[in-house]
């Protein structure tokens, strides 16, 4: 007979598997849920508590990969560093795509704890809730290219590069800058910040207020430094003149376009700060839309290659012409960037050494828990951009 499996308890009981996940590990829900959960969980004789013994006590090896999108060209220069790493280390590697859907990453996190897959990297979707369950059960898991959306509604995940002004090569901050940057900062911000990277606390620092969310996920991340690349290619699109810069952005990004409201300085226009929910053909639709409703702007910053892809398609489509017409600045850069016509000005980050560092952080942690790694960026200037006559 088929061992039940957590989708299984899921669907009989009528909610989703992240809900199953949460009652199973003693999270939060309702008294009604809680009780058809569990009883569908005995019916079925689905036993997780079995499962957390095994992760716990019998580490059986292998690692898991969950990416938002396999056919991106970023991902799959990270999915190469973690495999090269693993593959190094003779760890095999379980690859899923979550399509940046959190049900979908639930039920994802779920099969790998019943494979007995005991470590995990992620391009995380859901928020702390999703996560949880996996860390209760023993997992190690290493977030990389960004963080879970805070659990209170109308707030971002902190930004490690906000403080720090950009990364140094050698990963170092002036202990002066650090204070000034650091300054405007809620109290709550500044201590996850620091958690984060690793900084001690500031000379003379106030204790931090108490939280009425949710704490933070203690899970380390490889991230790169959103603030500093942002704002480079914004100062580079004003040294040309543009004074009308739009932001093309999509889900999960919530750094990079608070990265670019800090980076035009003052009061934003909003108008020229649009999103896509993920997919090409809404990433295609926004870019339309925004050259139509707003023929005034002269550059854009697209924050991910797909939204660079599909504002390249919609200019072209609408005899926009590169640089000419419209400056671009694409965040990643991919193959395909050098080899448009013009080629595109992207602000580059090592995807593949992110994945290997995420990697190499999964396979040492152990009773220690390993410091998160911010990465540096870098403008690369190629023939999408010119000055503004």
């Given at each position: 007979m088929k061992r039940a499996t957590i989708k299984d308890v899921a669907e009989a009981a009528g909610?989703?598997?992240?809900?199953?996940?949460?009652?199973l590990s003693g999270g939060s829900a309702s008294p009604q849920t809680r009780e058809r959960v569990l009883a569908v969980a005995a019916q079925l004789d689905y036993r997780p508590s079995a499962l957390g013994r095994n992760l716990r006590q019998r580490r059986t090896g292998g690692m898991g990969l969950l990416l938002p999108d396999l056919t991106d060209s970023f991902y799959g220069q990270l999915a190469e560093g973690v495999l090269a790493c693993a593959r190094s280390a003779g760890e095999p590697v379980v690859i899923g795509s979550t399509a940046d859907d959190p049900e979908q990453e639930a039920e994802l996190i779920g099969m790998l704890l019943e494979q007995s897959v005991d470590r995990l990297i992620a391009v995380p979707c859901g928020d702390a809730d999703t996560w949880r369950p996996a860390l209760k059960a023993g997992m190690t898991v290493v977030f990389a290219d960004r963080l879970p959306p805070e659990p209170d509604a109308g707030t971002t995940a902190p930004d490690p590069a906000a403080a720090v002004g950009g990364a140094e090569p050698g990963g170092a901050v002036p202990e002066s800058e650090l204070e000034g940057a650091l300054s405007g900062l809620s109290s709550a911000a500044l201590s996850e910040l620091m958690m984060l990277d690793g900084v001690g606390a500031l000379p003379g620092a106030r204790p931090a207020a108490p939280r009425p969310a949710a704490r933070p996920l203690d899970v380390p991340a490889i991230l790169t430094d959103d603030r500093s690349g942002i704002r480079t290619a914004v100062q580079y699109l004003r040294g040309l003149g543009h004074r009308r810069i739009a932001y093309l952005g999509g889900p999960g990004r919530e750094r990079r376009v608070e990265a670019f409201r800090q980076a035009v300085g003052g009061v934003p226009d909003e108008e020229l700060i649009v999103f896509s929910d993920g997919s090409r053909d809404s990433a295609y639709a926004a870019a339309s839309g925004l050259f139509q409703t707003r023929p005034d702007l002269t550059a854009l910053v697209a924050g991910g290659n797909m939204l660079g892809e599909a504002a390249v398609l919609a200019a072209r489509e609408l005899d926009l012409r590169v640089?000419?017409?419209?400056?671009v600045v694409m965040y990643d850069d991919v193959p395909w960037a050098e080899l448009c016509s013009p080629p595109l000005t992207v602000i580059a980050q090592p995807a593949r050494d992110m994945g290997y560092r995420a990697a190499e952080l999964v396979l040492r942690a152990g009773s220690?828990?390993?410091?998160?790694?911010l990465l540096p960026t870098e403008l690369v200037i190629r023939g999408s951009c010119g000055p503004r006559l």
């Amino acid at each position: 007979m088929k061992r039940a499996t957590i989708k299984d308890v899921a669907e009989a009981a009528g909610v989703g598997v992240a809900t199953v996940s949460r009652v199973l590990s003693g999270g939060s829900a309702s008294p009604q849920t809680r009780e058809r959960v569990l009883a569908v969980a005995a019916q079925l004789d689905y036993r997780p508590s079995a499962l957390g013994r095994n992760l716990r006590q019998r580490r059986t090896g292998g690692m898991g990969l969950l990416l938002p999108d396999l056919t991106d060209s970023f991902y799959g220069q990270l999915a190469e560093g973690v495999l090269a790493c693993a593959r190094s280390a003779g760890e095999p590697v379980v690859i899923g795509s979550t399509a940046d859907d959190p049900e979908q990453e639930a039920e994802l996190i779920g099969m790998l704890l019943e494979q007995s897959v005991d470590r995990l990297i992620a391009v995380p979707c859901g928020d702390a809730d999703t996560w949880r369950p996996a860390l209760k059960a023993g997992m190690t898991v290493v977030f990389a290219d960004r963080l879970p959306p805070e659990p209170d509604a109308g707030t971002t995940a902190p930004d490690p590069a906000a403080a720090v002004g950009g990364a140094e090569p050698g990963g170092a901050v002036p202990e002066s800058e650090l204070e000034g940057a650091l300054s405007g900062l809620s109290s709550a911000a500044l201590s996850e910040l620091m958690m984060l990277d690793g900084v001690g606390a500031l000379p003379g620092a106030r204790p931090a207020a108490p939280r009425p969310a949710a704490r933070p996920l203690d899970v380390p991340a490889i991230l790169t430094d959103d603030r500093s690349g942002i704002r480079t290619a914004v100062q580079y699109l004003r040294g040309l003149g543009h004074r009308r810069i739009a932001y093309l952005g999509g889900p999960g990004r919530e750094r990079r376009v608070e990265a670019f409201r800090q980076a035009v300085g003052g009061v934003p226009d909003e108008e020229l700060i649009v999103f896509s929910d993920g997919s090409r053909d809404s990433a295609y639709a926004a870019a339309s839309g925004l050259f139509q409703t707003r023929p005034d702007l002269t550059a854009l910053v697209a924050g991910g290659n797909m939204l660079g892809e599909a504002a390249v398609l919609a200019a072209r489509e609408l005899d926009l012409r590169v640089p000419r017409d419209l400056s671009v600045v694409m965040y990643d850069d991919v193959p395909w960037a050098e080899l448009c016509s013009p080629p595109l000005t992207v602000i580059a980050q090592p995807a593949r050494d992110m994945g290997y560092r995420a990697a190499e952080l999964v396979l040492r942690a152990g009773s220690r828990r390993p410091r998160s790694v911010l990465l540096p960026t870098e403008l690369v200037i190629r023939g999408s951009c010119g000055p503004r006559l």
